[in-house]
């Protein structure tokens, strides 16, 4: 892939969409381009987590003590929670394509969310929202 | 603030935990967008099902969360709400009513949305208190 489509390809993920393109060549330059197949674990409940997900293509299921709970697909994320609160990760999740992924390690992400505020503040609307889904069953 | 010296105001700032690692700098920038609010015991803070506005750093004093009409967590010095209603733009999904006299550090969605691109400390360490609550929530969720 040359330089400018890597560019143009991050850019498409909603995560990236509001980033310059200085923003996206240091995301660009941080993040590590994979390609898996189908059936690769990505990541393992109650393991440790190093690593933050970003999907170009492809599709993942998410799983919690074996029962899937949710799929993932192009422009999703995941891996964050385990390196924001440094806690396990709560979920396994499984390539159920072949997929194409941005990844990024601990020392990475941290970094990029010091040097690119909107992308913290993306996250954070992300969370929000999630939080917000799980609130409003909790009562019901 | 009026009456207090901008040294005290920055002083009391960093008590507060969110605050409390930050560099005087930040401390600054912080408290040049943050604006003091005393409230009284009984005094409702949010509404659920209103728009919310503005986002809430407790200084000192208690607050419970109620839904629905029910009692669903209380919040003390050094805890924040308010940020769900201006992250995700949609209604405020709880009532929070002060349960004592407050001291309250209060920033609208435009002084928010400055002080996280402002001190990129402070989004990282609101999304590690969000990632806590999330991963907490998905627990609970398969019980």
């Known amino acids: 892939m040359s330089k400018g489509d890597y560019l143009n390809h991050l850019a498409e993920v909603p995560l990236f969409a509001a980033c310059g393109k200085n923003d996206l060549k240091l995301i660009a330059r941080r993040a590590e381009n994979v390609q898996v197949k189908e059936g690769k674990e990505l990541v393992a409940e109650g393991k440790p987590g190093h690593e933050f997900f970003v999907i170009a293509e492809g599709v993942a299921t998410v799983k919690r003590k074996g029962k899937k709970v949710a799929s993932l697909k192009r422009g999703d994320y995941f891996g964050e929670l385990a390196l924001l609160d440094r806690a396990p990760r709560n979920a396994t999740i499984v390539a159920a394509t072949d997929m194409e992924l941005f990844i990024l390690g601990q020392r990475e992400f941290s970094g990029l969310l010091d040097e690119v505020p909107g992308l913290a503040h993306k996250l954070l609307t992300g969370m929000a929202r999630r939080l917000r889904d799980h609130d409003s069953r909790s009562v019901h | ?143």
């Open chain 2, 1 to 143: 603030m009026a009456g207090m010296k901008k040294g005290a105001y920055q002083d009391r700032l960093a008590k507060v935990s969110l605050f409390s690692s930050l560099s005087k700098r930040d401390l600054q920038r912080i408290s040049s967008h943050a604006t003091s609010h005393r409230a009284f015991a009984g005094e409702e803070l949010t509404r659920e099902g209103r728009p919310g506005y503005e986002f809430f750093v407790i200084g000192e004093g208690r607050a419970v969360v109620r839904r629905k009409g029910r009692k669903v967590a209380s919040l003390k010095k050094g805890d924040f709400f308010g940020e769900l209603a201006l992250l995700d733009r949609v209604p405020r999904n709880a009532t929070v009513v002060a349960e004592t006299d407050m001291e309250l550090w209060v920033l609208d969605g435009r002084e928010f949305g400055a002080v996280l691109r402002e001190v990129p400390e402070i989004a990282v360490k609101i999304l590690a208190i969000l990632a806590r609550r999330l991963s907490a929530a998905d627990a609970k969720a398969l019980h």
